[in-house]
Structure formats: C-alpha cells, structure tokens
C-alpha cells in the first residue's frame, strides 16, 4: 500500500513533463513574436529610424509557416534590414529563406552569416550546450555562396569581415561587420579603425557576441552593436533565464536590450526565430524577430 503515493507523484511528474515538453515542442517553438525597442543612439532632433532585425532562421524547407510569417514583417515599414546569421538548416533550404525574405530585399539591408550557413547541424546532446568547453561539430557543406548571391543581387551588404556605408531612412549608416567568431572566421583587425564621423550612425553587426568582437567594435565607436546566436537560451528557467548563451556573453543578456559594459554602445541580440533541427523546441524564450526604434541620445 506504501508503494501507492510514489507511484502517484511519479506518474504525476511524468506527466507534467510529457506535457511540458509536448508545448516545447509543438506550441512554444512556432509563437513567433514581434518585440519593439527604442534605442537612444541618435543626435538630438534626428528623426527616428527603424531597423528590422532577423537572426537564426535555421529554416528548414518544410517551413512555410515560418516562412509567411517573416514575409509579412514587410508590414512593419522598416527603413533598414539586418540579419544575423544562421539562415540555415539543410542544403535545400535558400528557396524558403529567399520566400520568407523576398518582400524585404527591396529596402535597404546588411547581412552577415553564421556557422550554420556554412555547414549544417549535426544531431548532439542538447546538455554538451552547459558544458564551458566542448568540441564544435559541424556537418554537411551548405550552399552559402548560392544565398550570399541572392541576398548581395538584391543589393543588400555582405557584411563579413568588411566595412561599408548605406543610405537608410534618409541617414548615412557605416556599418562594420565580422564573419562568424564561434568557428573562428572574424577577422575585425582587417576592418578596424575609428567609427566616421561623417557618418550619422555607426552600426556593428556580428553573428556571435564574442566579447572580443564587441568590445572592439564599442572601442571604435560603434553606437548599435547587433547579433543573434544565442537563441536566447532556447530552453530557459522561468523567472531565472537562460541557462547558457553558448559563447562568452553574460547569461543575464542572452537576448534583448543592453548597454554593452564599459562603453556607451548598446548591443541587442535576437532570440532568432528558429532552433536547431534536432532539438526543436523552445521554453519560457519565444522564438521572435525586433523592431528598433533608434531615438535622439
């Protein structure tokens, strides 16, 4: 008879588990969400301007949903589109990146890519992720220059390991960018130096928050830092946050808006809008994309 309550709180748990992870599964990870910041980066008088920022798509073809869902973010009127990295999930994936994309290729946009636009994933222990050191996996080849092609033609910046201007929203914007820190293809030293001052805004863009990247973008002036990632914890404690950001960024800013330490930057980092093919699933961190509103200092 002893036996009994165990056996109910067990059944209990498991079932409370089995719950908890089906709304992961099934529920949470397809909420995507619209968040909206005003960030206080502009001169005094300046008109607002907002940017559109996407990260971590990790689309997969069968991804319509996903797919019409970013298509019609081409509602919200942005003056300028950034994104982030890791576009990619499989080697058929550009056509439902470019369809969630094409009604936005006509603004002004910038881009720079993760690992997994590179290579795609491979299937691990989602708990390697607690881990402060473990060995990056990577599997098949990805067809990047095939997306860099398309994204470059519609006259968006590639933004890799390179520096350039755009005209957005009336604004002149230097932009500098990195390749991806986490499988070690930045190079900031070839594009570093002191932010324009002919410039209106200066913007540095990475997939990865490392913070060698940051602080040396912020170093040089860069107002707006922007990256992605980090998912923004995927899988997080309520009322705790994310238990890793899976690189060296605080976990306390693993998404949303922060003043990067020691500087006058701000640095927003996407939740992204995706996750990786083999664990698909998303607690207490809605998968989202964000308007930023920039607003006079």
Known sequence: MRKRPFIALAAAIAAVGGATFAYASL??????????????VLEPDAEPLRILHLSDLHMMPSQHRKQAWVAALAGTDPDLV??????MSSPDSVPGV???????????GAFVFGSNDYRGPVWKNPLQYLLPEREYVQGVDLP????????CEAGWADLNNARTVLKAGGRSIEFVGVDDPHVDRDDYPSVAGEASPGADLHIGVTHTPASRVLDAMAADGF?????GHTHGGQVCVPGYGALTTNCDLPQAMAKGLHRWPGSEAWLHVSAGLGTHPTAPIRFACRPEASILTLIPR
């Open 144 to 151: 990047t220059e095939t997306l860099r092609q398309a994204l």
């Open 98 to 108: 470019l369809r969630a994309l094409e009604p936005l290729l006509g603004l002004p």
């Open 82 to 87: 950034v994104v982030t990295g890791d576009n």
């Open 27 to 40: 529920v949470e990870r397809n909420l995507f969400t619209l968040r909206r910041f005003s960030v206080p």
């Open 223 to 227: 107002s707006l830092l922007l990256a």
